[in-house]
């Protein structure tokens, strides 16, 4: 592994034991809504299920993923993800396994619950268990991020940046690098429904230069709702419309279950 992918490891290991992230054992996350990309500034303790479909000129590509998250302390959080994806590409033969196995580790560096705010950083792994030769996945990645959000009575506002780095070693020419940032809006209309709206940027900084994405900025908004169905469950769902021509996909639909326990 790189050594940038090792700084950024260890590095909310050193934030979450300073003295300050030990200054208050009894620390209360502020309930914010759940989004369907943004990150959430939020320590949790939750199993999380959610469904990717989309649809491109390409084809069709559907990944299914599990996911736990667990606080290890009061302010830090560590999660794993596995994913399943299958692959219907409209030239070929459809393939389905594995994706690449996620990693995360979050810890809260800030929080007013006068202003009922919180921010959080952290960085995200991503190991290649997936078949690249299958379509699967196969890419070493490194992200780290930083997520805020705010309660403004009955409504949420959140918003997150991240960069991401390509590890793979085998890669011909640069690899690849994306800046994301994103901003998401949930009115809790009541205690068990709350629709919300994301707006989505995705920068490819770095490529090689024979990528269509290189250097453009590909934006995408996604209308969408939450719903409370059970005590400590909630489901999410929306659609993600591109806003430009620089794109992945023609749609993207996005559900998600989560049981707190």
Same mark, same amino acid.
């Given at each position: 592994?790189?050594?940038?992918?090792?700084?950024? #490891?260890?590095?909310?290991?050193?934030?979450?034991?300073?003295?300050?992230?030990?200054?208050?054992?009894?620390?209360? !996350?502020?309930?914010?809504?759940?989004?369907? $990309?943004?990150? *959430?500034?939020?320590?949790?303790?939750?199993?999380?299920?959610?469904?990717?479909?989309?649809?491109?000129?390409?084809?069709?590509?559907?990944?299914?993923?599990?996911?736990?998250?667990?606080?290890?302390?009061?302010?830090?959080?560590?999660?794993?993800?596995?994913?399943?994806?299958?692959?219907?590409? *409209?030239? %070929?033969?459809?393939?389905?396994?594995?994706?690449?196995?996620?990693?995360?580790?979050?810890?809260?560096?800030?929080?007013? #619950?006068?202003?009922?705010?919180?921010?959080?950083?952290?960085?995200?792994?991503?190991?290649?268990?997936?078949?690249? $030769?299958?379509?699967?996945?196969?890419?070493?990645?490194?992200?780290?991020?930083?997520?805020?959000?705010?309660?403004?009575?009955?409504?949420?506002? #959140?918003?997150?940046?991240?960069?991401?780095? !390509?590890?793979?070693?085998?890669?011909?020419?640069?690899?690849?690098?994306?800046?994301?940032?994103?901003?998401?809006?949930?009115?809790?209309?009541?205690?068990?429904?709350?629709?919300?709206?994301?707006?989505?940027?995705?920068? *490819?900084?770095?490529?090689?230069?024979?990528?269509? #994405?290189?250097?453009?900025? $590909?934006?995408?908004?996604?209308?969408?709702?939450?719903?409370?169905?059970?005590?400590?469950?909630?489901?999410?769902?929306?659609?993600?419309?591109?806003?430009?021509?620089? $794109?992945?996909?023609?749609?993207?639909?996005? %559900?998600?279950?989560?049981?707190?326990?």
């Amino acid at each position: 592994m790189k050594p940038i992918a090792l700084v950024l #490891l260890v590095l909310p290991l050193i934030v979450v034991a300073s003295p300050a992230a030990h200054a208050q054992d009894s620390f209360q !996350n502020v309930a914010f809504f759940y989004p369907l $990309r943004t990150r *959430r500034p939020v320590i949790e303790r939750e199993l999380e299920f959610h469904v990717e479909h989309a649809k491109g000129a390409a084809g069709r590509t559907t990944e299914a993923a599990a996911a736990i998250e667990l606080p290890i302390m009061p302010r830090w959080q560590v999660e794993v993800e596995v994913p399943f994806v299958f692959n219907d590409p *409209r030239d %070929g033969t459809a393939q389905g396994g594995v994706g690449d196995l996620s990693l995360e580790t979050k810890v809260a560096v800030w929080q007013s #619950l006068d202003w009922l705010s919180q921010i959080a950083v952290g960085v995200e792994g991503r190991f290649p268990s997936g078949s690249e $030769r299958r379509g699967l996945g196969g890419e070493a990645a490194v992200e780290p991020f930083v997520t805020g959000g705010i309660a403004l009575g009955d409504f949420d506002l #959140l918003a997150s940046v991240a960069y991401e780095f !390509n590890l793979n070693a085998h890669v011909a020419g640069p690899n690849e690098q994306e800046l994301t940032a994103s901003a998401a809006a949930g009115w809790r209309v009541t205690r068990v429904f709350a629709p919300l709206v994301e707006l989505v940027t995705v920068t *490819r900084t770095r490529a090689a230069p024979d990528d269509d #994405l290189r250097g453009k900025t $590909r934006v995408s908004i996604i209308p969408g709702f939450n719903a409370k169905l059970l005590p400590g469950s909630t489901l999410r769902f929306g659609v993600e419309f591109p806003l430009t021509r620089a $794109r992945t996909a023609d749609y993207t639909l996005l %559900g998600g279950f989560v049981k707190e326990f």
